[in-house]
C-alpha cells in the first residue's frame, strides 16, 4: 500500500533534517531557501513492539514489519500558489500524497536564518494554510463553471455536486481549509477526485530545540490555542536532537542519550506512528516458523479487502479467515494453545478487521 505523508513547511524549518532522521535517504540539509528541489522519498518501517512480542514465542527465521511512506516536499514560500519560488510543482507534489506533516520552526537560533526574519509559527502555518486555500479555490472555481450549466438544467447528480462545491468555496473564501466542510460519505463520493490540498489530514511537528523536546515552549502553547478548533494533533520532535541520536550507532546508547535528555523514546518513533494513523491505517499479523509479518490496512476494512493485501488471488477466491487476537496469543502462547482453548475465530467475508488480529487466510482460486 503505497500511501504517503508529505512533509511540508517554508524553507529552513528542519524538514529535510527530520526527513533524514526518518530515512537512509539523505536529503540535502543546507542553510538557504530551496535546497529540497526534487521531492525526496523514504520508505519507513513502523515501530511497532507487538511484532517483537510475538516473535519471541514464535522464533520465526525473519521479522518484517510494516511500512510508510514519507516525502520531503521542498519549502514553500509566499506567493507559491501564483508559482512565486518553485510554487507550482510542489503545490503538485503535495496533490500527491495523502496526508500533510506540517513541519513548524519553534526554536530561536541566530545561525539559521528564517525568511521572514522572525520566528512566528502560527504566522508560518497561516502563510501555508493561505497558499493552499488560493489554489484549493482556483480548483473549486473550475469545478463550478464546469457543473453549473448541468446543474440548473435538473440534473440531480450536478447539482448535489455543484452544491459541494460552493460549500467549499464559501470556507476557502472565509479563510478556512477544506477539511472543515463536514460531508456526509455519500457526498464524499461525489467530490474524490476533487483532491484538495486542504481537505488532506494534517498533523503540525513543532521542531523545538533540545531544551523544550519534552515539555514544549511559548511557540508550541502559541500554535496549539490557534489550531485548537481544528481537530489537528500536534507533535513536539527536536530535530537537531534527533539527528545526533541517529548517528549513535548502538541501540543502548540511543536509549541513553534519551533518557538523559528526559525521553522515554524517540521523537522520530512517535512521528512514524503519528503518520501511519494520521494516514487511518491499521496493521494485521501473519504468524509462523518462516516470518513474523506485519500488514497495513485502512481502518474498517474487510477480511477479503484485507487478503489482498497480501496477494490479489487471496481476496479473489476468500472463502474464510481464522482469526486470533493478539492479546489471546500472547496470554496463552501459541496458535495451538489458542486453537485448544477455543480463541481461534473463523470469520467470513462480512467481518471487519480490528487492529493487531492475527490472520490465516483460506482461499481457492
Not at 514465542?57 to 512565486?84: F, M, N, W, Y
Not at 527536536?238 to 548517528?247: G, H, V
Not at 487471496?314 to 472463502?319: D, L, S, V, Y
Amino acid at each position: 500500500m503505497a500511501l504517503q505523508c508529505g512533509i511540508v513547511g517554508l524553507p529552513n524549518v528542519g524538514k529535510s533534517t527530520l526527513f533524514n532522521c526518518l530515512s537512509n535517504a539523505k536529503a540535502q540539509a543546507a542553510n538557504f531557501p530551496f535546497c529540497t528541489i526534487e521531492p525526496n522519498v523514504g520508505v519507513i518501517t513502523v515501530p511497532d513492539e507487538r511484532l517483537n512480542k510475538l516473535s519471541e514465542l514464535v522464533h520465526p527465521q525473519r521479522i518484517v514489519p510494516t511500512t510508510v511512506e514519507i516525502v520531503d516536499i521542498a519549502g514553500l514560500v509566499k506567493g507559491a500558489s501564483k508559482g512565486e519560488g518553485l510554487g507550482n510543482k510542489f503545490l503538485a507534489n503535495i496533490r500527491e500524497t495523502d496526508a500533510i506533516l506540517h513541519v513548524l520552526r519553534c526554536f530561536d537560533n541566530d545561525n539559521i536564518t528564517h525568511v521572514d526574519g522572525s520566528i512566528n509559527p502560527v504566522r508560518d502555518k497561516e502563510i501555508i494554510d493561505y497558499e493552499l486555500q488560493l489554489k484549493d479555490l482556483e480548483t473549486v472555481e473550475s469545478r463550478i463553471s464546469k457543473v453549473q450549466k448541468q446543474a440548473a438544467s435538473g440534473d440531480k447528480i450536478a447539482k448535489a455536486t455543484y452544491d459541494i462545491y460552493v460549500q467549499y468555496k464559501e470556507a476557502l473564501m472565509q479563510g478556512k481549509s477544506a477539511r472543515t466542510v463536514k460531508l456526509d460519505p455519500l457526498d464524499r463520493k461525489l467530490v474524490k477526485d476533487l483532491y484538495l490540498l486542504t481537505d488532506k489530514p494534517v498533523m503540525y511537528v513543532c521542531n523545538v530545540d533540545e531544551a523544550s523536546a519534552v515539555n514544549g515552549n511559548a511557540y508550541v502553547d502559541a500554535l496549539r490555542e490557534s489550531v485548537k478548533d481544528e481537530n489537528a494533533e500536534i507533535l513536539i520532535v527536536a530535530a537537531a536532537t534527533e539527528a545526533d541520536i541517529a548517528e549513535l550507532e548502538t541501540y543502548e546508547e540511543r536509549q541513553m542519550f534519551l533518557e538523559e535528555v528526559g525521553l522515554s523514546e524517540s521523537g522520530v518513533a512517535r512521528l512514524i506512528r503519528a503518520a501511519y494513523h494520521l494516514l487511518d491505517l491499521q496493521t494485521y499479523f501473519t504468524c509462523g516458523v518462516q516470518e513474523v509479518r506485519a500488514w497495513t490496512f485502512e481502518r474498517n476494512w474487510k477480511a477479503p479487502q484485507c487478503a489482498g493485501v497480501i496477494h490479489t488471488d487471496f481476496e479473489k477466491g476468500f472463502i474464510r479467515a481464522e482469526v486470533i487476537k493478539y492479546a489471546d496469543f500472547i496470554a496463552l502462547g501459541s496458535e495451538a494453545a489458542c486453537k485448544e482453548a477455543g480463541k481461534m475465530n473463523v470469520e467470513g467475508k462480512e467481518y471487519v478487521v480490528s487492529d493487531g488480529d492475527i490472520m490465516h487466510f483460506r482461499f481457492n482460486v
